[in-house]
């Protein structure tokens, strides 16, 4: 079976921690031109994606909706969604809010080294546990990944479980889309919908240039600072006693 599309399917813009506006992610997928479905996945916000989904038409690629849900066991991608889902639910949660939407449930980078260890311990000792709780798959190459190792023990571990593997840029930056990526069977968003649900992908891909790192320290730290804030701050509801 050939396994001719190319798709990326997971990347950020300045609505959350990237750099990029959503039109210059997708000016540069075009120049790129070799990827034939994208998404925009912000942490836990869709308006950059649904921006690109309704200016689909002006790419000469297809676009999905989607998101990155921050669960409590980890990032979610959630394709196919167009709705924003709260954060810190569990992962069972998680997968049913992007269900009800119509979505597809990816588990982004099981073993970065940001998951709380807990977690990776379960994702390493019951890989196959993520069937029963509604992941439809998993990124086993992220280009981000702040190790070789991330990766190269994703591909190990999910070699083994009968869920359906696909890799990813999770660009920050415009110069890092299609770093990594999945190949599928087709050329389309339905067909690469189609070929994660029968299991007929691969993941491939190159790490991010170091340099890229340096680069985008500065951002994620005032991300970081920006969401902090967001939770500290004081309710605007009035309180009822
Ligand atoms: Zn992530
Ligand atoms: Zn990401």
Known sequence: MELIGRADVHMHTN???GTGTVQQM???????????????????????SLWAYQH????PFDIIPGTEVTSADGHVLGLWVTEPIKKGMSLAETTAAIHAQGGI????????VTIAPHTLRRYFSQPEGLIQLGIDAVEVFNAGALTRGCNWLAQRVFDRVALPQVGNSDAHTPDCIGTGYTRFRGSTADDLRESITQGW????GKRWPVITYLKLMRTTIQWNRSVYLETKAPSTRPTLT
């Open 15 to 17: 609505i959350s921690d």
């Open 26 to 48: 997708l000016d540069t997928a075009a120049r790129l031109g070799t990827l034939d479905v994208i998404a925009i996945t912000d942490h836990d916000r869709v308006s950059a």
């Open 56 to 59: 689909r038409h002006l790419y």
């Open 105 to 112: 449930a990816i588990l982004a980078h099981p073993f970065e």
């Open 201 to 204: 992908t691969t993941a491939e």
